[in-house]
T-cell receptor, first 111, second 119 residues
């Protein structure tokens, strides 16, 4: 089942912060975050595996609340290069692994 | 890091043509690879999971005879769009993850994608 992302789109000025949320109605084993620029393939940002786990990547970090089946991606002091569509992908545990992506959040960072 | 190579990057062909897309894992072995399709401004939709040495697992609504998948080795999976029509025009992307022993929970890495345009 496809995870739900919010907001659908966000416009920032350079230096501002943003939060992108991802929630699922199914129990999650892991949450994966990707960024895709127009016409290109998605680029892996980070994977979160444990409940409450928080990871960071430069000024981009994420949290995963296993009990609430939610994850959030935090972008601080945004840069122009952060523009793109952010997708969360969720995977259930077990042998039948597959990654299901949300509809994406279009982030635009303006000068 | 893990690299996935996809070829060709763009195909333009006439309706009725069959098109083959290759996906290779360059520095790791992948027992499974994933094929996604993405329409403009939409999400990545999983079409099928390619399994090395066995049949692919297709998602609901994806025609097996239309989208032929072959995973003949641990580093190569191919997707063939048979008798392609304009409605098959899309961005096709393959993905794989390093599943070596001792490398649990690895991320999926994507190829650069193939933009297929059927005239």
């Amino acid at each position: 089942q496809q995870p739900v992302q919010s907001p659908q789109a966000v416009i920032l000025r350079e230096g501002e912060d943003a939060v992108i949320n991802c929630s699922s109605s199914k129990a999650l084993y892991s949450v994966h975050w990707y960024r895709q620029k127009h016409g290109e393939a998605p680029v892996f940002l980070m994977i979160l595996l444990k409940g409450g786990e928080q990871k960071g990547h430069e000024k981009i970090s994420a949290s995963f609340n296993e009990k609430k089946q939610q994850s959030s991606l935090y972008l601080t002091a945004s840069q122009l290069s952060y523009s793109g569509t952010y997708f969360c992908g969720t995977a259930s545990g077990g042998s039948n692994y597959k990654l299901t992506f949300g509809k994406g959040t279009l982030l635009t960072v303006n000068p | 890091g893990a690299v996935v190579s996809q070829h060709p990057s763009r195909v333009i062909c006439k309706s009725g043509t069959s098109v083959k897309i290759e996906c290779r894992s360059l520095d790791f072995q992948a027992t499974t690879m994933f094929w996604y399709r993405q329409f403009p401004k939409q999400s990545l939709m999983l079409m099928a999971t390619s399994n090395e040495g066995s049949k692919a697992t297709y998602e609901q609504g994806v025609e097996k005879d239309k989208f032929l998948i072959n995973h003949a080795s641990l580093t190569l999976s191919t997707l063939t769009v048979t008798s392609a029509h304009p409605e098959d025009s899309s961005f096709y992307i393959c993905s794989a993850r390093d599943q070596r022993e001792g490398q649990p929970n690895q991320p999926q890495h994507f190829g650069d994608g193939t933009r297929l345009s059927i005239l």
